[in-house]
């Protein structure tokens, strides 16, 4: 089984900063299937990125995602007030889903 | 545009079958590149996986729960299926419909994404 482990837990900056977030897999993993998701409060979460970096239908493009085999990152340029939120990346593999604990981008 | 929604009882007895319905419009059930499935999520924690299930019955499972875990799908009424057995107030949660959504090149798969999610019902087990 896939362990995603996300890190940090937390983070706090302010608008306008650049966010890099981290999510590795217990084992290697093939980048096709490696998603990440943005969960606002109360909200479900919505697709960000799928494929490790491509961005899904609407997503702007200050979200970036990067990474291939244990390590895959994900990158917001200029957070946007919106932006403060919980993200959560995601494997499927082998007909079964994973998911990391998610990491919250809050507000300094 | 796709949309997907939780039908069902917010409140559960303990050892009772919580039982759930997701309703998809917008688009055919019977789509060979979706699968559909449950996503959980307790008060104030992470995403878990529960199942997927394809519209000619393919049932997949999260071995951790799949003991008590049964999915189904009527394609007829575009609609699929959750039922949760013997619960406890540890599967209280926040339960989305969600489809997985295989994207295709050819014949290469080039990602496999959870795209369309339903609002979301919470799920309280308690007498």
């Known amino acids: 089984e896939i362990v995603l482990t996300q890190s940090p837990g937390t983070l706090s900056l302010s608008p306008g900063e650049r966010a890099t977030l981290s999510c590795w897999a217990s084992?290697?993993?093939?980048?096709?299937?490696l998603a990440w998701y943005q969960q606002r409060p109360g909200q479900a979460p919505r697709l960000l990125i799928y494929?490790?970096?491509s961005r899904a239908s609407d997503i702007p493009d200050r979200f970036s995602g990067s990474g291939s085999g244990t390590d895959f990152t994900l990158t917001i340029s200029r957070l946007e007030p919106e932006d403060f939120a919980v993200y959560f990346c995601?494997?499927?593999?082998?007909?079964?889903?994973?998911f990391g604990g998610g990491t919250k981008v809050e507000i300094k | 545009q796709l949309q997907l929604q939780e039908s069902g009882p917010g409140l559960v007895k303990p050892s009772e079958t919580l039982s759930l319905t997701c309703t998809v419009s917008?688009?055919?059930?019977?789509?060979?590149?979706?699968?559909w499935g449950w996503i959980r999520q307790p008060p104030g924690k992470g995403l878990e996986w529960i199942a997927n299930?394809?519209?000619?019955?393919?049932?997949y499972y999260n071995p951790s729960l799949k003991s008590r875990v049964t999915v189904s799908v009527e394609t007829s009424k575009n609609q699929f299926s959750l039922k949760l057995s013997s619960v406890t107030a540890a599967d209280t949660a926040v339960y989305y419909c969600?489809?997985?959504?295989?994207?295709?090149?050819?014949?290469?798969?080039?990602?496999?994404?959870?795209?369309?999610w339903g609002q979301g019902t919470l799920v309280t087990v308690s007498s």
């Open positions: 969600t489809r997985l959504l295989y994207l295709w090149q050819i014949t290469l798969v080039r990602g496999v994404n959870f795209d369309s």
């Open positions: 917008g688009g055919s059930i019977n789509n060979s590149s979706s699968y």
């Open positions: 299930i394809y519209y000619r019955g393919n049932t």
């Open positions: 084992q290697s993993v093939s980048s096709v299937y």
């Open positions: 494929a490790a970096s």
């Open positions: 995601q494997h499927y593999g082998s007909s079964r889903v994973t």
